[in-house]
């Protein structure tokens, strides 16, 4: 969807500051240098889709001024984390939240990187001292795609789980995706299925599993939307916090490019991430807590003010019990109306779903 906020300057004033450092860097003569070190080094997984986001990420950087791409004023490091290490067990299994992350962090918070390029929904809700999200950029479609393995095909348009036979096993990793699944469809199985995006379909396709579930803005990076058999609206299936947006990290201190990000930052994107994660902050569940949180900015009136309008949900993993609800205000009290629908879930839920197993 189109922003609700005026668009960034082009060109900021930090990034025409890089950009003349750079062009300098090509005349710079013994004795002298730049303030700033280039290249910029930006760490990122290394994955097919975690490439994809950041190479489009420094795109959009260089297509304000082009010297930066001909100076070579950027340099990618791709970094495994622990989470692309281990594929045989669940992320809760081997230490939780953050495992897409804690390499990148360690990095960068110790200057073998100057800023990191994430989906944020692999960011935890809070960062390692010194380290700030500094950008995020326009989300791509949030929603949840059901991916049906080579002998299903969908049945009834009105119900996007009919192509599921009796006892279907659908291959997962999210405890958020299972809870809803199951919370409608109890008779469902479900097995581990970790890896990248190609790997889990090539996995549907020998048939480890009946279906599968991806997120969209993935397939749609991957330029792969067609292999979405059936998405699934957020009535349907709440996303997960952050899911579709893309978050630049820096250090803290490091002002001149928090000011340089800056320029290419979404304000809508900044507003629905700022609402889901102060939501998922509030819930503080463990990594076994099915937890979901999608917020849109919604036309009141055509030429007026948005409304943030933010979806909460909280569910045990069986699927025995959920409870979705959604909040409605001003973007500007995103942060608070997370907070608050957070406390709220929080309060009507029972307590045993919020502990570390």
């Excluded at 909460?312 to 009290?333: I, N, Q, T, Y």
Aim: aromatic share 4%.
């Amino acid at each position: 969807m189109d922003s609700a906020y005026p668009s960034s300057p082009a060109l900021s004033p930090a990034l025409q500051k890089v950009a003349a450092e750079a062009a300098a860097r090509q005349k710079k003569t013994a004795g002298h240098s730049t303030r700033r070190h280039l290249p910029l080094r930006v760490g990122t997984r290394g994955s097919p889709l975690a490439l994809v986001q950041t190479r489009a990420f420094l795109t959009m950087l260089t297509r304000f001024c082009p010297v930066l791409r001909d100076m070579g004023a950027f340099q990618e490091h791709q970094i495994n984390t622990t989470g692309d290490q281990v594929q045989d067990r669940r992320l809760a299994e081997i230490g939780g939240k953050g495992l897409f992350a804690k390499e990148i962090h360690e990095a960068l918070a110790d200057g073998r990187i100057d800023f990191a390029v994430h989906s944020l929904k692999d960011l935890e809700t809070e960062l390692p001292p010194g380290l700030v999200l500094a950008c995020t950029l326009k989300r791509e479609d949030a929603r949840d795609a059901l991916i049906l393995g080579p002998d299903l095909a969908q049945t009834d348009p009105d119900d996007p789980y009919s192509a599921l036979p009796q006892g279907a096993v659908v291959g997962c990793s999210s405890v958020r995706r299972q809870a809803q699944m199951l919370h409608a469809r109890p008779d469902l199985k479900f097995g581990l299925l970790r890896g990248n995006v190609q790997t889990r379909i090539d996995k549907l396709a020998g048939r480890h599993c009946d279906a599968t579930l991806l997120a969209l803005a993935g397939l749609r990076r991957l330029g792969m939307a067609e292999r979405a058999d059936i998405v699934l609206d957020p009535t349907v299936m709440v996303p997960a916090a952050g899911q579709g947006i893309v978050g630049v990290t820096v250090r803290e201190d490091d002002i001149e490019l928090r000011e340089l990000l800056s320029a290419i930052e979404d304000y809508e994107a900044r507003a629905v991430a700022t609402a889901e994660r102060a939501l998922l902050a509030e819930l503080d569940g463990s990594c076994r807590t099915p937890i979901g949180g999608y917020a849109q900015l919604i036309p009141v009136v055509a030429g007026g003010e948005p409304e943030l309008h933010l979806t909460g949900l909280v569910a045990r993993e069986d699927g025995s019990f959920l409870l979705k609800r959604a909040v409605s205000g001003a973007p500007a009290d995103a942060a608070r109306l997370g907070y608050e629908l957070g406390k709220s879930l929080r309060a009507d839920s029972p307590a045993d779903i919020f502990e570390e197993n």
